[in-house]
């Protein structure tokens, strides 16, 4: 008969399961510092040693590492999805620019046609609440916009309830937050561009609130096509301006 005993599950292992799916589902992030043993393992209402086991499987299992005298922190999981010499290529080359905002307008459509249709009330509401504070009339420097773009864009990634496509683009925008592919910054120093951004993001923001999944993908195609050739006019006037320094150079020393 293909019956088993039933098997009491130890303590260490549902705290393990528990961390590992708060880690899968993009609830602890890389480099986040877990509450200090005692407050955990109240939390999880188990003994200390029961916690302790837990945490030093995970650390044998790459998900969990120690600092000293800092505590137990989420591991850089991350870093792993692009070694240091295709990260450096990257960066080295346009052509992997527009490579990836092509792979963005692709993914993110998708994952913004999804959360229209499967983002939970709570999921919707963390999303306006970062578009609420991209909307906000207040003085901030273009890096603060550049950020506040990734968590928006972030936001809607995660309600996509995708966890491949959650950690996967998380990395991505680990290397665009870096600078790798583009500086996004150069994207919200002009005026009218900040405007049509916000604009853009208000249209995607709107569709996946009045849960329209063929509003949000459009709506997100248009925002990255605009980035895109936005970054297209800057690596024109850059080249156009580099002539322009030339011929004056010219001009100057024939004179």
């Keep these: 008969m293909p019956f088993q005993k039933i098997q009491t599950e130890k303590l260490s292992t549902s705290v393990v399961r528990q961390i590992e799916q708060l880690i899968l589902r993009g609830i602890l992030r890389p480099g986040e510092r877990l509450p200090s043993e005692r407050e955990l393992s109240d939390r999880l209402g188990v003994s200390r040693p029961s916690l302790r086991d837990a945490v030093a499987e995970l ?84 890096e603060d916009d550049a950020e506040l773009d990734a968590q928006f864009h972030s936001a809607i990634i995660d309600a996509s309830h995708n966890v491949v496509m959650l950690h996967m683009m998380r990395s991505m925008f680990d290397l665009l937050r870096s600078g790798v592919f583009y500086n996004r910054q150069i994207i919200f120093e002009q005026r009218t561009s900040r405007d049509a951004l916000l604009d853009q993001h208000r249209a995607i923001n709107d569709a996946i609130q009045d849960r329209n999944p063929d509003a949000a993908r459009t709506a997100v195609v248009a925002h990255l096509n605009f980035v895109e050739q936005s970054l297209r006019d800057q690596n024109r006037s850059e080249a156009n301006e580099a002539i322009a320094r030339q011929r004056l150079d010219h001009e100057s020393n024939a004179n």
């Design 59 to 142: 650390q044998t299992k790459g998900l969990l590492c120690t600092r000293a005298s800092a505590g137990v922190f989420v591991a850089e999981v991350l870093g792993s999805a692009f070694s240091p010499a295709l990260t450096e290529l990257f960066a080295r080359h346009d052509e992997a620019v527009f490579d990836y905002l092509s792979f963005r307008r692709d993914i993110e459509a998708l994952a913004a046609e999804r959360a229209a249709g499967l983002g939970t009330d709570s999921d919707l509401a963390v999303i306006q609440k970062t578009f609420d504070r991209m909307a906000t009339p207040t003085r901030r420097n273009p």
